[in-house]
Every structure is written in structure tokens, then in C-alpha cells.
């Protein structure tokens, strides 16, 4: 597996806090929760030896983050893993709490395990939280910075995630994401789509900006690129894949892929995209977001508040 860093192309989009409809359509999802865990669960030991992506992202989300200015005492790794981002936020804000969420009990085991063969890690203020983060068992109003590494596309409902995050982080608050566009995995969907399988469908940038300016947060920005992994051929790029926990998660993925004949199909059609390098590309369209809670605008003692904020 290559990552190709030339075949990408970004688009920034700001949007204006606003009011009024929302212009969003909600992704028809028979969302299998349960499957989705499970798969995490038994790729949890191999996970790191394929994560090349989800590194990647997270070094540009970091760069991304070195620019704001923001002074965080609790961050929140929405989405975890096996902690890979939260040792950068570590290294980042080097006295703040960092609690590690996710869903995957056996994702959070290889974090601590990993801990353990560190006797720094035995000092530093981190906790780890196995759930689900549409519902989070956090208190209102109790992090300053919600860190959320390729993980809000495998949510059922990405509105709830956001007004989850919302409730959860202080005014002031930071809520800072990536997760994957409609374009991921197009030349899969268009290859496997012709024999009657289902890649998941990712929400598009737009669409998230409206969630953001609906869900009442302040200062929505968000960017896209598209990142381009190439591989010596499809068995590597389904097993990548099955190794990083991906599933398809909406309706019913058909049981014929592992069909010989159906397979070679598949494989017949992808090879027609194999580059002149000899390789096969994956692209992934990657959406970069960040947005902020308001201060309150009335004090206590019900005087107007006017919030200065340096970025």
C-alpha cells in the first residue's frame, strides 16, 4: 500500500452561522451497530499495522490545530482507537487530562496495553470510556477540546454526535473532526456496484456544514482533499479494508463477494483502472472540520457578554 500525497485536491468552505431549514438529507441507513463493533473488535490487535490513513489524517488534523489558539485543561478522543491521536494531543497540551472513547472495548485493551510498556504514561492524567459517543457518559459542559479522528462517518446519526459533542463541551469550546466524503472508495462502488454490492455512502462536506450551523455551533469551517492509496491488487486492498474494521454498515451488504465468479467479476473490472505505475488506486475523499461552542452572550447577572477570540 502507497499513499500517493500529489493526487489530491482540497476545497475550503466557511460557512455563516445561520438560521432556517436545514438543507441536508439524512442517508437512508439500516445502521447495524452491533456488526459494526464486533468488526472493530477483531480488527483491534492488527489495527495499527494497517493504519497508514488514519495517521496520516491525523498529523494533518494536528497541523491544522497548531494554528488555533486554544487553551484546553480536558480533551475528548472521540473515536480513539488505540490511541495513535491522543499521544500526539499529549505531546500537543502536555498537562490536560485526555479521556480516550470509543465503542470497542477490545480497541481501548490494545491502548492500555500499550500504556503499560511505558512507565511515563503510569504518570500522565488519561482515562479511557468504552461508549458509544451519539451517547456519551461525560457531564455538560466538562472538555474544552473534542478531537475526532475518522471516526463520525461510522455514527448513525451525525446530528446526535454533534449535539452530543455540544452538550459536552464547555463554552468555548473546540470540536474539531475529519471522516470520509462521498468519494471514498468511488472506484470500489463503481467497480462492485455493477455486480450488486454496497460501499458505504458518506455524507458530502456540505451537508456536515449545515449539521454544524443547525446543531448552533459558531464559526463552522471546513475543507476537503482527496488523498489516493494504491495497491498491487484488489485481494490487498479488501483485506487492508476487513483489517482496519471496515464494514458496510447501511442496508444489507450481499454474501456473494466471496463467490469465486463474482469475485473474479469484480477483480476483471478493477484492473481496467490500474495505473501506469502498475498499481491500483483507492481514493479517499477526506472532509476536515472544526467549530466552536459559543460563550454564553448574557452573564449571570443578566448583562451582555461580548466574546473576543484570537485564532
Known sequence: ????????????LMLPVTTGSSSYQMIENAFDRRRLRLAFDRAAPGFDSVATLHREIAGRMLDRL???????TTILDAGSGTGYATNLLRKRFARALVIDLDQSESMLRQLRNRRRSF??????????VCADFQRMPLA????????????????????????????VLRPGGLLMFSMFGPDTLKELDRTAGEEGFRVNRFVDMHDVGDMLVHSAYGDPVLDMEYLTLTYTD???LLRDLKAQGSICTQGLARKGLGARSTYARVVAG???????DGRLPATFEVIYGHAWKPAPRVSPTGR???????T
Open 1 to 12: 500500500m502507497l499513499l500517493h500525497p500529489k493526487k489530491r485536491s482540497r476545497v475550503l
Open 66 to 72: 497548531s494554528i488555533i489558539r486554544l487553551n484546553a
Open 119 to 128: 512507565l511515563n504514561w503510569l504518570r500522565l492524567p488519561r482515562s479511557t
Open 140 to 167: 455538560s459542559a466538562s472538555v474544552d477540546l473534542i478531537w475526532s479522528n475518522l471516526a463520525l462517518h461510522w455514527a448513525e446519526e451525525i446530528p446526535a454526535v454533534f449535539a452530543e459533542a455540544y452538550r
Open 234 to 236: 484488489v485481494a490487498a
Open 270 to 276: 478493477y484492473e481496467q483502472l490500474r495505473g501506469a
Open 304 to 310: 451582555p457578554v461580548i466574546g473576543i477570540r484570537a
